[in-house]
């Protein structure tokens, strides 16, 4: 199976339908700093050549903000598709060569797997013990005290009702990878 094949069917994308109107990379607020723009990175995969991409700073560096997937004609969701790609690279032992990157993104999808959605205080616990250290934490923690204190980052997480839902997600596609 050709790998424009594989990445097709593990991010139910349909890359082969790019044509580089390149709107994509127009759109994108963090251009300035990927190594591979995202509609190079579409052209690279139409060629099979996944191995670059999965080495750069560009899917580690995407935001996820959709604003490409708004933006292609052709409906392609090409931040889905980034976070397959940062899937696909962990799978197969590609050292990220942004550190701090799929530390956070690790402590995201976590936090929200725990919680149904984010709580920022735990997010920001793990990210900076896992960053860090307990050194770090220990510099946070003035700045984590003051949030608290004004309101801006809660104790407690809220619940979700649909918590539920989110873990069936999270099960579906744990399976789905096996």
């Not at 700093?33 to 052209?43: E, G, K, R, S």
């Not at 896992?130 to 005290?145: P, V």
Request: net charge positive; glycine share 6%; with cysteine.
């Amino acid at each position: 199976m050709a790998v424009i094949n594989i990445i097709e069917e593990l991010s139910e994308e349909k890359i082969s339908s790019c044509y580089q109107c390149e709107k994509c990379t127009n759109g994108c607020p963090l251009t300035f700093a990927m190594d591979i723009n995202p509609h190079q990175v579409m052209h690279n995969l139409q060629l099979g050549q996944p191995d670059e991409i999965l080495n750069s700073d560009t899917i580690w560096v995407c935001a996820s903000c959709e604003t490409c997937t708004t933006r292609c004609p052709n409906d392609i969701d090409i931040a889905h598709l980034m976070d397959t790609l940062r899937q696909l690279s962990k799978q197969r032992g590609v050292k990220p060569s942004q550190k701090q990157a799929p530390v956070f993104h690790d402590s995201f999808l976590k936090n929200v797997k725990r919680f149904g959605r984010m709580h920022e205080l735990s997010m920001a616990t793990d990210f900076t013990l896992k960053n860090e250290g307990l050194t770090g934490l220990t510099r946070q923690a003035k700045l984590g005290l003051a949030m608290i204190r004004k309101g801006k980052m809660k104790l407690v997480p809220a619940r979700l009702r649909a918590g539920k839902e989110v873990g069936e997600i999270f099960r579906k596609t744990e399976e789905k990878r096996k």
